[in-house]
T-cell receptor
């Protein structure tokens, strides 16, 4: 069956350092991969989308990589700030959004 | 506002009662999605609308769940004979396309006692 794995344990990072979150998947060939941020009690907010033929995507302090051979995406936040503390979700898309498969998310804590 | 609006934000009900959750998508967005999210889990797909019709309702867990979007804008998720296991955050999202970024509302937290 299709499976997406994100680190279930919270990731604690010192302010100013780079935070790296991992999204691994099996038995799946996604066309797109998306990353969202979710704060407690709120809906997810879209951050970045990367296509299967793209290796890397950047947006301000955010960077996403996509390795279809390793079946892995890495999400980086450089110069991390306490305001970056949230849960980050990855989602794989095959052909359209209603087929999005979601990871359980990784909680990121940036300590001042 | 310009975002996706969901009401109520919180709903507490008793087992066996009927519940309606409303979603008002971003104007002009033809695609609308309902998801359910339990604590510590990712969103779980329930149903997808393209315009007025349900293009895919394969995620609805059973026939107690039903959703409509009669005019291609506002959608209502309806849950009959609620059970304690229905307790979760119900998320609505819309999009101008069938692929790409989803715009989520803040969710409706349902608690069934």
């Amino acid at each position: 069956s299709q499976k997406i794995e994100q680190n279930s344990e919270a990731l604690n990072i010192q302010e100013g350092k780079t935070a790296t979150l991992t999204c691994n998947y099996t038995n799946y060939s996604p066309a797109y991969l998306q990353w969202y941020r979710q704060d407690p009690g709120r809906g997810p907010v879209f951050l970045l989308l990367i296509r299967e033929n793209e290796k890397e995507k950047r947006k301000e302090r955010l960077k996403v990589t996509f390795d279809t051979t390793l079946k892995q995406s890495l999400f980086h936040i450089t110069a991390s700030q306490p305001a970056d503390s949230a849960t980050y979700l990855c989602a794989l898309e095959r052909d359209s959004n209603y087929q999005l498969i979601w990871g359980a998310g990784t909680k990121l804590i940036i300590k001042p | 506002g310009a975002g996706v609006s969901q009401t109520p934000s919180n709903k507490v009900t008793e087992k066996g009662k009927y519940v309606e959750l409303r979603c008002d998508p971003i104007s002009g967005h033809t695609a609308l999605y309902w998801y359910r999210q339990s604590l510590g889990q990712g969103p779980e797909f329930l149903i997808y609308f393209q315009g007025t019709g349900a293009a895919d309702d394969s995620g609805l867990p059973n026939d107690r769940f039903f959703a409509v979007r009669p005019e291609g804008s506002v959608s209502t998720l309806k849950i009959q004979r609620t059970e304690r296991g229905d307790s979760a955050m119900y998320l609505c999202a819309s999009s101008p396309r069938t692929t790409g970024e989803l715009f989520f509302g803040e969710g409706s937290r349902l608690t069934v006692l």
